[in-house]
Structure formats: C-alpha cells, structure tokens
C-alpha cells in the first residue's frame, strides 16, 4: 500500500517538528515547505528538525506566493495538509500589525486556494488559537464562545479560523480548525513566556544571569504539553467529518506560578529573581483563559497526558541540563 503524504507548513516550528515526528512514526511520507534562507542556514533555521531531516522532504515556497504554494501542493499531492506557519509571537504582533495580518492572513488564504485547485481530496488544519477569544465573556470557553481578539495576531486567527470555516462550507474541503490554548516544550523558542522563565531559570542557576525581568505576572493561561497537542491534529483530520475543537487541559495557571515553580524546581525563590518591566507589558492584554475540552474528548477520544507540574518540571530540566548543570 502507498503510504499516505502529509504536507506541513512551520515544520521547523515547535509544533510542526513533533508533529513530522508523530507521522513518521505512524509511516507517514512527511513533506515541508521552508523558506530559501533555511536550507542556506539550517543549523539554526532547521535546528529543531535536523535528527530527522534525512527523513523528511522538504521543499522552498513562501507563503505569501500562491504560485509556489499552488506548485508545492500540485507536485506533492498530500493526503493531509497541516497549516501551521505564522508569526506566532502575540508581543510581536503589536510592534508590526501589518505584517503579522498579511503573512497570517493571506498565507491561510494562498494555502486553502492551492488546496481546492491542485489537490481538492487533501484534508486541511489549520492552527487557530485561544488568542481569538481575547477577552473572553465566559470561563471556561468552548467552541460556541464568541471572538474577542485582543491583538494583530488574534485577529489574524479569527480571520483564518472564518476562511478555513468558508472553504468547508463553501467548496466541500475537508478543513478543521484546532483552537489551540498555549502549549509548550523544551523546543518552545525563548520569546514566549515559559522558555523565558525556565532558560532564565538555567541561566541563574549557571551564574550567567542574576535576574529575569517580566511583564504582567497575573495573567492567567491553560497550559498544555505541545507533543500531547499535535496527536489533536491528526485526530481532527482524520476524522470523518471536517470540524473545530477546543484543545486545552482545563486549568489555568499564571506567569506569576509558572514562574513561582520553575524557580522552585531549581531551589531557588522566584521573589530573589523575578523583576518586573512594565516595558513588557502589551498595550492589549489577554487576562485569563481556560479552555473546555470537553467536544475534543467525546469526539475525538482526546485528553491532556501531562499536568501543569510535569510540564514546568520538563521545561526546567531540560534547561538545566543544556546549561551543563546535572542534578542528583
Ligand atoms: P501568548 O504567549 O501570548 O499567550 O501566545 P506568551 O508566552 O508570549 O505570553 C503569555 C502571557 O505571559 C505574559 N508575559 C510575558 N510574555 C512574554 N512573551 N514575555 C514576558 O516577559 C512576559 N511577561 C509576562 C504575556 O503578557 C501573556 O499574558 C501563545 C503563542 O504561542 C500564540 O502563538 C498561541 O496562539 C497562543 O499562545 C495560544
């Protein structure tokens, strides 16, 4: 039998290279498209899927050109297309709105077209996020809970989540949208919150650093373990019927915990570390999400495997031991 193809744009992205790992494993032929500039520099552009690059076949395209995209698509023919590229750092988004929207946006628009001309039968997903509910109305929220984007990129989102939606609709894709509440690993790059704390972690601990400066410590997110997350995708696209789920755990956590235990972890009180910056405050803030599950688990048979303190212990280690500092 011909083994199935799935395509994967962001495959050097935390979740695209566990999510390349997770087909493979189930013998996937796995495709990705990258820039030009990574294959010229893929120590660090390819970095997070450099173990299994000899596995993988990866092609050059750009986002913002429908021609490359329509060309990738028609050449490779996927079985399964997983939509994951983006600027994906909120904080960003309020420096560069423009170019947060046009890559976000318009690179969910140049995919789902190329799909419905060259490979019609592909399966899509795309990565809607928790960002779209902003400043939400209700807690916990569910698939039914209204849109109130608080950033340049949570609105991006909406407006892939509303095209992926229309292309089901409108064309007959299967095209399912996951709405993604944070999720993390020690392949998390360092600009988000929680590979701040934990790689600041490390680095006091090694005698680099003396302080990690923070913005707002009391928001509140659910955070999940992304290798957990990427199973959600699969099973979405391979699902019967093409639709949207909530992925989340359920609980909600703040920076100022998150931060409180990885200090912890390492033997240290966050209160000797921690300085706050107002300076990283967004002008926008998102003040607590917690996201219901509960569609994901009925229809898909999915759960979270890993709990707040697991992950926060993952993240430290992990940190430490690339700092050189091994621990009894
Ligand atoms: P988020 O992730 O915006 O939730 O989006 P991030 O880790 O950047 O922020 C989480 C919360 O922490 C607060 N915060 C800080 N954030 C950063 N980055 N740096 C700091 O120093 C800092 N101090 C406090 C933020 O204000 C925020 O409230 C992530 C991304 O992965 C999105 O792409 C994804 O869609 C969503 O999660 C679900």
């Given at each position: ?213 923070l913005g707002n410590l009391e928001a509140y997110r659910d955070w999940g373990y992304a ?16 639709d949207d789920f909530v992925i989340a755990t359920g609980e909600t956590h703040s920076v ?71 621990r009894t």
């Open positions: 039998m011909n083994r199935r193809k799935a395509l994967i744009t962001g495959i050097n992205g935390q979740d695209g290279s566990y999510l390349a790992e997770f087909l493979l494993a189930k013998d996937y032929e796995v495709h990705g498209i990258v820039r030009r500039v990574a294959l010229e520099d893929p120590e660090h552009r390819l970095d997070r899927i450099l173990p299994i690059r000899s596995k993988l076949a990866l092609h050059t395209g750009s986002l913002e050109s429908l021609s490359s995209l329509y060309r990738i698509v028609r050449l490779v023919n996927p079985d399964e297309c997983y939509h994951l590229a983006a600027q994906s750092f909120v904080g960003h988004s309020f420096e560069d709105e423009f170019s947060t929207l046009n890559t976000n946006i318009n690179g969910t628009h140049n995919m789902l077209a190329a799909i419905r001309d060259a490979a019609p039968e592909c399966r899509f997903y795309f990565a809607g996020s928790s960002e779209m509910f902003g400043r939400a109305e209700e807690v916990p929220q569910t698939e039914r809970t209204r849109f109130h984007p608080r950033s340049a990129y949570g609105i991006s989102k909406v407006a892939g989540f509303e095209l992926t939606r229309n292309y089901r609709e409108g064309y007959g894709l299967h095209a399912s949208s996951g709405l993604f509440f944070n999720h993390e690993s020690p392949r998390r790059a360092r600009e988000f919150v929680t590979r701040k704390i934990t790689s600041g972690v490390a680095a006091i601990v090694a005698g680099k650093q003396k302080e990690l400066r290798p957990d997350f990427v199973e959600a995708m699969w099973l979405m696209v391979n699902r019967k019927e093409p100022r915990e998150f931060a409180e235990m990885a200090f912890k972890i390492a033997g240290l009180n966050y209160l000797d570390h921690v300085a706050m910056d107002r300076a990283l405050y967004r002008p926008a803030e998102v003040d607590q999400l917690r996201g219901d599950y509960e569609k994901a688990r009925r229809q898909l048979g999915w759960r979270p495997k890993t709990s707040f303190e697991s992950l926060v212990q993952l993240m430290v280690e992990s940190d430490l031991r690339a700092a050189g500092i091994e």
